[in-house]
Structures are given as structure tokens and as C-alpha cells.
T-cell receptor, first 112, second 115 residues
Framework: AQSVAQPEDQVNVAEGNPLTVKCTYS??????LFWYVQYPNRGLQFLLK??????LVKGSYGFEAEFNKSQTSFHLKKPSALVSDSALYFC??????????FGTGTRLTVIP | DVKVTQSSRYLVKRTGEKVFLECVQD?????MFWYRQDPGLGLRLIYF???????EKGDIPEGYSVSREKKERFSLILESASTNQTSMYLC??????????????FGDGTRLSIL
């Protein structure tokens, strides 16, 4: 079965510092991986996806994610964190033809 | 931009009531989904639909049913609400999957409290 794990419930980073939000996956076959962000009292917004090709995927709001097949990881990164990046981040993997399996989420807090 | 609209942001109901949560999308998407979101558990799929009048069970369908009479509308029904169904409910839609790479677009959620 397809699954993802987000090992950190909470990540704190100082404004201007690089940030990383971790995700590992377990799939059979080729992985289709996604990152979503959720701001307070809102639904999830799509950030980026990995389907195939370059291991470094660029997405919205300056975020990028690095796909590492040997480590089965898909970590979300940003070179310089903003206070407005504070939110809940979800990693997800495609399961079946249409569905996504979501991780439990990581709360990112950027400290001014 | 895709817009997914959930009819209520907050809803309070009583145990045993039949509860309807409505979701409408405006982009002619074939797929629609209902999730519930609980702290520490992430999002869990309740039901999804890939066409009008079609539905498939997700991971936690017990106590729920769905209806999709029109392409743009997907309703979640709690047949007899119970306190353990207090949660945030999220609706999503997406285009039909060709290569499995279509992102899902989410509504802002309905926070449902069952008293």
C-alpha cells in the first residue's frame, strides 16, 4: 500500500533562514508525490508535485522539493523563510487511479 | 482559478440528526472527494466520485453516505450524527486522472460540531 510519513509534527525556523519540511514515502511502482499547504481556517492549497524527470521540483511561493529515490524522501525546502510561510504542510502520495494518501501534517512556524 | 465552495463554514448539530454537507465546484471536474481532517491524523478520505451518480468508498466510509446527482455538486450525508463525527470536513475536486498527476483543489472546509 502507498503511504507517506511526516516525521516532525512541528518545525520552527527563524525568518530569513532556510527551511526544510521532511516527508518519506512508501510506494510500489513509480511515485507521484505532492505538497500542499493549509493556512488557518482555509482548505489545502497545492504547492508542487513530482511525477517524473528532474529530482528538484519548483513550486508556488518560492518552495521547492527534492525527490530522492534511494532515500524514498520528498523534502520540502525554501532558501529563505518568511513569517507568512507559517502554516500546516501536508505531503501526499497518489494511490490508485484518483486518490491521494496524506501524511499527518507538519506545522511550520517562522519566528520573526 | 478553480473554485470549490462548501455551503457552510461552521455547523452545529445534535446527536442523531441527519446532516447534509454540500460542495460545489465550478471547473467541470470529473472527480470529487470528501475528507475529514483531525489533529494528528491528517486527512482521511471518506468517499469519492469520478462521475455523476458514481461513488466509491474511501478509507473511513462508515456512518456516511454521498450523493452526486449533478457533475458540479457532491453532497456528504451523515445518516445519524454522532459525537465522534465532530471534525473538519474538506471537499476537493480534480480533473480525471490521465497520468496520475492532476492536483486536487480544496474548499475552505466545514467545521462540524455534533453535540
Amino acid at each position: 500500500a502507498q503511504s507517506v510519513a511526516q516525521p516532525e509534527d512541528q518545525v520552527n525556523v527563524a525568518e530569513g533562514n532556510p527551511l526544510t519540511v521532511k516527508c518519506t514515502y512508501s510506494v510500489s511502482g513509480n511515485p507521484y508525490l505532492f505538497w500542499y499547504v493549509q493556512y488557518p481556517n482555509r482548505g489545502l492549497q497545492f504547492l508542487l508535485k513530482y511525477i517524473t524527470g528532474d529530482n528538484l521540483v519548483k513550486g508556488s511561493y518560492g518552495f521547492e522539493a527534492e525527490f530522492n529515490k534511494s532515500q524514498t524522501s520528498f523534502h520540502l525546502k525554501k532558501p529563505s523563510a518568511l513569517v507568512s510561510d507559517s502554516a500546516l504542510y501536508f505531503c501526499a502520495v497518489k494511490t490508485g487511479a484518483n486518490n491521494l494518501f496524506f501524511g499527518t501534517g507538519t506545522r511550520l512556524t517562522v519566528i520573526p | 482559478d478553480v473554485k470549490v465552495t462548501q455551503s457552510s463554514r461552521y455547523l452545529v448539530k445534535r446527536t442523531g440528526e441527519k446532516v447534509f454537507l454540500e460542495c460545489v465546484q465550478d471547473m467541470d471536474h470529473e472527480n470529487m472527494f470528501w475528507y475529514r481532517q483531525d489533529p494528528g491524523l491528517g486527512l482521511r478520505l471518506i468517499y469519492f466520485s469520478y462521475d455523476v451518480k458514481m461513488k466509491e468508498k474511501g478509507d473511513i466510509p462508515e456512518g456516511y453516505s454521498v450523493s452526486r446527482e449533478k457533475k458540479e455538486r457532491f453532497s456528504l450525508i451523515l445518516e445519524s450524527a454522532s459525537t465522534n463525527q465532530t471534525s473538519m470536513y474538506l471537499c476537493a475536486s480534480s480533473l480525471i486522472e490521465v497520468r496520475g498527476n492532476q492536483p486536487q483543489h480544496f474548499g475552505d472546509g466545514t467545521r462540524l460540531s455534533i453535540l
